[in-house]
Nanobody, 121 residues
């Protein structure tokens, strides 16, 4: 079992930056593909980015060039650096582990509780 705890969310203005962190416990996630998802009010949860254990990264088109996922296997953590934030980035952000693509969709075995990110215009 893997437990994931996100931190770093908050209220920022458009154009600002924010860094989210996710700490895993229970076992090492160094061989997992880890990912971030987000869910805005009234919308379905959507894929944001993923980082495979091989180092390959994946990004949703809406965040390419603005968001960067990274991981520290020694600390068992995953981070999401978000730059040039927009009001449409407002959502609850979830960290996930054990991610894989099935039929073109991402599925994950473990999820954190989420952290709120609000971007004001």
């Amino acid at each position: 079992q893997v437990q994931l705890v996100e931190s770093g969310g908050g209220l920022v203005q458009a154009g600002d930056s924010l860094r989210l962190s996710c700490r895993a416990s229970g076992r090492s996630i160094s061989r997992d593909t880890v990912s971030w998802f987000r869910q805005a009010p009234g919308k379905e949860r959507e894929f944001v980015t993923a980082h495979a254990w091989s180092g390959t990264t994946y990004y949703a088109d809406s965040v390419k060039g603005r968001f960067t996922i990274s991981r520290d296997n020694a600390k068992n953590t995953v981070s999401l650096q978000m730059n040039s934030l927009k009001p449409e980035d407002t959502a609850v952000y979830y960290c996930a582990a054990g991610a894989r693509r099935v039929g073109g969709k991402w599925k994950c075995d473990y999820w954190g509780q989420g952290t709120q990110v609000t971007v004001s215009s």
